[in-house]
C-alpha cells in the first residue's frame, strides 16, 4: 500500500551544520509532497510541500526536491541553527481522495 | 497560532473513564482530522470529517468515536480507557474535503494521562 518512510532519529548536529532528512515513499499515483514541522511543545505546522515531480519546495531556507524517479522527498538545510531542533514529517497526499499519509517523524537537534 | 482550538489542554483521569475532546477548526476550513501521537507510534491518523460527514477513518478503536457538529466544531469521544490510550491527541482542519495538496492545520493539542 502506499507508505510514507523517513530516517530513524534522533540526528544531533552542531550549529551550522548541513541537514540532510531522507523520506521515499510508495504510491500507486502521484502524490502531492509535505514536509511538516512540530516544536516542542506545539502541533505540526507546514515547512513546505511540492505537488508535482521536478518541483522544489522552499521555507526558512529549508528545501526539498519531489523526485519522481527516486520517489523521494529529502530535506535539507545548508546551515541548521539551534531554534530548528524540532520533530520533522514527511507526509503525501493524493489528489480526488481522502488520503494523506504522515512518515513516523525524525527528531533533529542542534547543538550550540 | 493556526487558528485551529482545541480544548482542554490537559486532561487526567482514570482507567475505565470516558472524556470528549472538542476541537473548533480554523475559519472557513470544512475538514477536521484526528490524531494520535504517541511516543512509541508516532501520529497516527484516526478519523476525518468534512461539512458534517465521516469521509474516512484510520486506525480508531471501536472505543473511541467523533462527530462533526453543524458549526462544523468537532469531538472526539475515548471511553472504557486504558493505559496505552494515554497520548498527545491532535486536531487539524483544512479547507476542502479531498486531500489534494491542501495543507493541514494542526490544533496544539490536548495531552491525555489516562492512570
Known amino acids: 500500500g502506499d507508505s510514507v518512510t523517513q530516517m530513524e532519529g534522533p540526528v544531533t548536529l552542531s550549529e551550522e551544520a548541513f541537514l540532510t532528512i531522507n523520506c521515499t515513499y510508495t504510491?500507486?499515483?502521484?502524490?502531492?509532497l509535505f514536509w511538516y514541522v512540530q516544536y516542542p511543545g506545539e502541533g505540526l505546522q507546514l515547512l513546505l510541500k511540492?505537488?508535482?515531480?521536478?518541483d522544489k519546495g522552499s521555507n526558512k531556507g529549508f528545501e526539498a526536491t519531489y523526485r519522481k524517479e527516486t520517489t523521494s522527498f529529502h530535506l535539507e538545510k545548508g546551515s541548521v541553527q539551534v531554534s530548528d531542533s524540532a520533530v520533522y514529517f514527511c507526509?503525501?497526499?493524493?489528489?480526488?481522495?481522502?488520503?494523506?499519509?504522515f512518515g513516523t517523524g525524525t527528531r533533529l537537534k542542534v547543538l550550540a | 497560532d493556526s487558528g485551529v482550538t482545541q480544548t482542554p489542554k490537559h486532561l487526567i483521569t482514570a482507567t475505565g473513564q470516558r472524556v470528549t475532546l472538542r476541537c473548533s477548526p480554523r475559519?472557513?476550513?470544512?475538514?477536521v482530522y484526528w490524531y494520535q501521537q504517541s511516543l512509541d507510534q508516532g501520529l497516527q491518523f484516526l478519523i476525518q470529517?468534512?461539512?458534517?460527514?465521516?469521509?474516512a477513518k484510520g486506525n480508531i478503536l471501536e472505543r473511541f468515536s467523533a462527530q462533526q457538529f453543524p458549526d462544523l466544531h468537532s469531538e472526539l469521544n475515548l471511553s472504557s480507557l486504558e493505559l496505552g490510550d494515554s497520548a498527545l491527541y491532535f486536531c487539524?482542519?483544512?479547507?476542502?474535503?479531498?486531500?489534494?495538496?491542501?495543507?493541514?492545520?494542526f490544533g496544539p493539542g490536548t495531552r491525555l494521562t489516562v492512570t
Open positions: 470529517y468534512y461539512n458534517g460527514e465521516e469521509r
Open positions: 504510491a500507486t499515483g502521484y502524490p502531492s
Open positions: 487539524a482542519s483544512s479547507v476542502g474535503g479531498l486531500a489534494d495538496s491542501y495543507e493541514q492545520y
Open positions: 475559519s472557513g476550513d470544512l475538514s
Open positions: 507526509a503525501l497526499s493524493f489528489s480526488g481522495t481522502y488520503k494523506y499519509i
Open positions: 511540492a505537488t508535482k515531480a521536478d
